[in-house]
């Protein structure tokens, strides 16, 4: 891992030059659609070949930008819990089919019976027929789930199985207490909290996962802004935790950046623990979306993209993946408005002109 770490370090030297080459129009397009902190990178399955950080931590205040600087992953948060579960799977401590019940019986006789039979595939791949939730439900209150962090997570996953499920058939079903669900089972099956699981995973990766809000444990830190670019200031929300394999990671560029590289080496065939078709498969394999990512592919090209975005109320993030061209776009904001995610699609066309990708429309 020694080496992984300073070959990182090395490809940002090496290709320092590179950060300019795009950072003007990034930070003009910054400026214009009130983006205060926006971080981008450009990766190959080896090298960086583009990361900057530009603008303010906080609107109207002194503090710069850091390339270190830590944002809220929000949905993106996925990915990494989709693959920590292909892990496990890969280590024979579940299977893609292991039913939730199996693993929590004791809640089975309180949930509807429509939920008897779901998999961790189920909850991850996002076909899981269940309702959405997400952090502006009013329901249930602090006052109804009690405990540390991992029992409130037990027990809101019990109350939300316990709800009518109102959803008409459809192929793919948004939810985010499908994740919640998927990140207990990660739990029961190796003993260890989500939290446990994820920085273990960093530790092996050399990255620094982290959970909640950036500036709640250093102020000098990125805040969030809400779509009036109100800061929001830092505390504890319980719902974030809640939440945690669904949307709570917080993590800096260089370092998402390293578990972006990971995952186009796999695709690529250079990943000692999975075959190119597995990683394929993860990405892939299923219409629409797959295990942690959506997909598509580009109807003028036929290239494949993989990628995530994320938007937990006052960040949004961005991970497009082109295996084909082995390119990966990230780009972070401290901001989440309609107007700043237009401000993000326009960079990332630039950057894929750039480097050799068809952009989105």
């Given at each position: 891992m020694k080496k992984l770490f300073f070959a990182f370090v090395l490809s940002i030297i090496f290709n320092s030059s590179h950060a300019q080459k795009n950072s003007s129009f990034a930070d003009s397009i910054r400026i214009k659609y009130n983006i205060p902190e926006l971080a981008y990178a450009v990766v190959s399955a080896d090298s960086v070949l583009e990361i900057s950080a530009l603008g303010y931590q906080r609107i109207n205040s002194k503090f710069k930008a850091k390339i270190d600087d830590k944002f809220r992953l929000g949905s993106v948060t996925k990915t990494i819990t989709s693959y920590l579960a292909a892990v496990l799977v890969k280590e024979g401590k579940m299977k893609w089919d292991t039913k939730f019940f199996d693993l929590y019986p004791e809640l089975k006789a309180k949930s509807k019976p429509s939920t008897y039979n779901f998999t961790l595939q189920d909850f991850i791949t996002f076909r899981a027929n269940i309702n959405t939730w997400s952090y502006g439900n009013e329901t249930p209150t602090q006052k109804e789930i009690r405990g540390n962090d991992q029992q409130q997570r037990y027990e809101f996953i019990a109350w939300f199985l316990q709800q009518?499920?109102?959803?008409?058939?459809?192929?793919?079903?948004?939810?985010?207490?499908?994740?919640?669900?998927?990140?207990?089972?990660?739990?029961?099956?190796?003993?260890?909290?989500?939290?446990?699981?994820?920085?273990?995973?960093?530790?092996?990766?050399?990255?620094?996962?982290?959970?909640?809000?950036?500036?709640?444990?250093?102020?000098?830190?990125?805040?969030?802004?809400?779509?009036?670019?109100?800061?929001?200031?830092?505390?504890?929300?319980?719902?974030?935790?809640?939440?945690?394999?669904?949307?709570?990671?917080?993590?800096?560029?260089?370092?998402?950046?390293?578990?972006?590289?990971?995952?186009?080496?796999?695709?690529?065939?250079?990943?000692?623990l999975f075959t190119a078709e597995e990683f394929n498969y993860m990405h892939f394999g299923l219409p629409e979306f797959s295990?942690?990512?959506?997909?598509?592919?580009?109807?003028?090209?036929?290239?494949?993209?993989?990628?995530?975005?994320?938007?937990?109320?006052?960040?949004?993030?961005?991970?497009?993946?082109?295996?084909?061209?082995?390119?990966?776009?990230?780009?972070?904001?401290?901001?989440?408005?309609?107007?700043?995610?237009?401000?993000?699609?326009l960079i990332l066309k630039e950057l894929e002109k750039k480097y050799g990708a068809p952009s989105f429309n």
């Open positions: 009518e499920t109102v959803l008409e058939k459809q192929d793919l079903y948004w939810s985010n207490p499908g994740y919640v669900a998927a990140g207990l089972m990660l739990e029961k099956a190796t003993g260890k909290t989500y939290e446990t699981l994820v920085k273990e995973l960093g530790k092996s990766l050399n990255i620094d996962f982290e959970f909640g809000q950036p500036n709640l444990k250093d102020k000098n830190q990125p805040w969030g802004h809400d779509e009036d670019l109100k800061p929001e200031a830092p505390a504890l929300n319980y719902k974030l935790n809640w939440l945690s394999s669904a949307g709570n990671i917080k993590v800096s560029l260089p370092d998402y950046s390293k578990f972006v590289q990971m995952q186009l080496q796999g695709l690529l065939g250079k990943s000692k295990f942690g990512w959506n997909s598509e592919i580009k109807k003028n090209n036929d290239l494949k993209y993989s990628f995530h975005n994320g938007n937990p109320g006052t960040f949004l993030t961005k991970v497009y993946l082109c295996p084909a061209i082995n390119k990966a776009f990230i780009l972070f904001a401290n901001v989440q408005s309609e107007e700043a995610d237009k401000g993000l699609v």
